[in-house]
């Protein structure tokens, strides 16, 4: 096992929290920070800082860690996106433009680790990097919500178009002796559009029933929501985060990484397990 050292004081208990999954992994690899290196296109002074919590890694070097350590890319990719937002809420420097730094340099920075051992898990050190792989995400997402289908705009741009293309058949143009002459043009159909309905705005409306709060949007206490899920069961959870003063960062019926957080940091606040996903426990908790 792999003796780390203390990270940084001050950091997030978000980025504290991911950045103690990297090392579980790292160890779980069996790899010291060359073999990582080699099989991930990431320096191994760039591991340095990452486990060291000097600096948040890129999603690239997040899913390659996670494909070497057997993990699930989404979830470790989903508790990346956290920290990130985390981090930039913070007083450290932004992290690393996603899946830009591909480094090789030769040697190590500054040590976290005490690993020089031999790769347990690779003794010829002749395997494949991962570095080329294409990521899941390529970039974290923009703390604003997010806003799905085609924008007001777009549909306006569609309607006019098929107006347009309808009123191509009464074009008149003028004949070689200046009468002018009707040209016949077969009527040109326009086309249905589907118009997307607005956003549904969510509000909370507070109602305690048989001793549980609920907030008006669903009456849910079993549905297991996660990030990247939309819809009234995501309001009401955001509802009953701003019930016990943890912010969500809107009411939007968008799992995003603010709610995220606030899972976390909900979770931690009602002693329950920390995994940033809403079960039927931390629903009980919730409406408590």
Known sequence: MTRWKALPAGLDPAVVQFIGVLRRLKDDSGLTHRRLAARTGYSASSWERYLGGKQLPPSGAVEALAALAGADPVRLLARHETAVDAWRRSTYPVPPDQGQEREQESGSAEGTTADDGPDRSDPSGSAATAGGRKSVWTRVRSRAPRRRGPTPRLVLTAVVSAAIGATLSGLIVSSGQGKPTT??????????????????????????????????????????????????????????????????????????????????????????????????????????
């Open 183 to 288: 040209l016949a043009v077969h009527p040109v159909a326009a086309h249905p559009v589907a118009l997307v309905p607005s956003q549904i705005p969510y509000t909370c409306t507070f109602v305690r029933r048989d001793g549980l709060w609920y907030a008006g949007n669903s009456n849910t206490r079993t549905a297991n929501v996660v990030v990247d899920n939309t819809g009234p069961e995501v309001a009401e959870l955001q509802c009953l985060l701003e019930r016990i003063h943890i912010s969500p960062g809107g009411i939007d019926g968008d799992f995003g990484p603010l709610t995220s957080y606030a899972v976390i940091q909900a979770q931690k606040t009602l002693h329950l397990d920390v995994d940033g996903q809403v079960g039927p426990k931390t629903w009980a908790a919730l409406r408590k």
